[in-house]
C-alpha cells in the first residue's frame, strides 16, 4: 500500500493544496495496483484502501485528470503529475 504524504498544485512553487476536499485527501492509503497501472497518457485513478484515520475505505477512488507524468522519486516514493496537481504517495511498511 501507498500513503498519500501531499498534495501540490502544479505550479513553479509547488504550493499545497489546502482547499476544498484536497486536505481530507493527505493520509488515505491507497493499493498497491494504483501505482503499478497507473499509466501517462490515461486518467489517474486513485483505488483506495484506508482513510486517513486507518478505518476501511475500500470500494471508493479518486477519479482525476489525465496523467501526465509519473516518476519514482526513490525506493519508496513516487509523484503522479495531472493537469492541475501533484500527488506524492509513499510505500507503507507492512
Not at 483506495?48 to 522519486?73: A, F, M, P, W
Amino acid at each position: 500500500m501507498y500513503k498519500i504524504v501531499g498534495i501540490y498544485n502544479r505550479d513553479k512553487e509547488r504550493t499545497p493544496k489546502i482547499v476544498g476536499r484536497y486536505p481530507l485527501r493527505i493520509g488515505r492509503s491507497v493499493s498497491n495496483e494504483t501505482v503499478l497501472f497507473a499509466r501517462v497518457g490515461s486518467p489517474l485513478i486513485l483505488q483506495y484502501v484506508t482513510d486517513e484515520h486507518g478505518n476501511d475505505y475500500s470500494g471508493y477512488y479518486l477519479h482525476c485528470s489525465k496523467l501526465y507524468r509519473k516518476s519514482q522519486i526513490d525506493a519508496y516514493t513516487v509523484e503522479f503529475e495531472t493537469k492541475n496537481t501533484i500527488y506524492v504517495l509513499k510505500k507503507m511498511e507492512m
